[in-house]
């Protein structure tokens, strides 16, 4: 297991779940671009609305790995899920001209600066371990 130190105390992370490598974000950042093109971005917007209640993106599902809450350890739900991908990262990624991005390059936790304002973290987690289930509270349905 892995324990991740954050500012409110420790996370250890459930067995078989793993904090995703620098060159798998790159990857999977190059594959949303990929699957925004190949799906003339309409598809990709729609695809979203199924992946996001799970923490992930529709490239994140193809590869397997997943944002999780460092609060909770477990995989955000929809609206937050949505407040980062659509809000915080892109507002971030533009006023510090790309930087927020480049973070993870040199970060202990591979963490962009939007996952530092989140207190979010991408793990590999294919099996859905951090996926709480269907009735629990941390799931926001849509």
């Known amino acids: ?19 995703t490598s620098k060159s798998s974000r790159f990857l999977c950042a ?4 990929v699957l925004a093109i190949v799906t003339l971005g ?8 199924f992946t996001y209640r799970h923490g992930q ?5 193809l590869m397997g790995i997943r944002v999780i809450s460092l609060e909770t350890g477990k995989a955000l739900p929809f609206w937050m899920t949505l407040l980062r991908e659509w809000i915080v990262k892109s ?6 001209l790309g930087i927020a991005y480049a973070w993870v390059l040199f970060d202990d936790k591979n963490q962009a600066l ?9 793990v590999n987690d294919a099996a859905g371990v951090t ?3 269907p009735n629990s ?3 926001t349905s849509f």
């Not at 297991?1 to 904090?19: C, D, K, R």
């Not at 190059?30 to 671009?33: M, N, P, Q, S, T």
């Open 137 to 139: 509270q941390n799931v």
């Open 57 to 61: 993106t529709p490239g994140k599902k």
């Open 1 to 19: 297991m892995v324990a991740i130190q954050t500012s409110t105390g420790v996370v250890t992370l459930p067995e078989g779940v793993t904090i």
């Open 42 to 49: 309409i598809g990709y917007f729609i695809w979203s609305f």
């Open 91 to 96: 507002f971030l990624g533009s006023i510090t």
């Open 131 to 133: 996926v709480p289930p």
């Open 30 to 33: 190059l594959l949303e671009g």
């Open 114 to 122: 939007y996952d530092k304002v989140m207190t979010t973290v991408v």
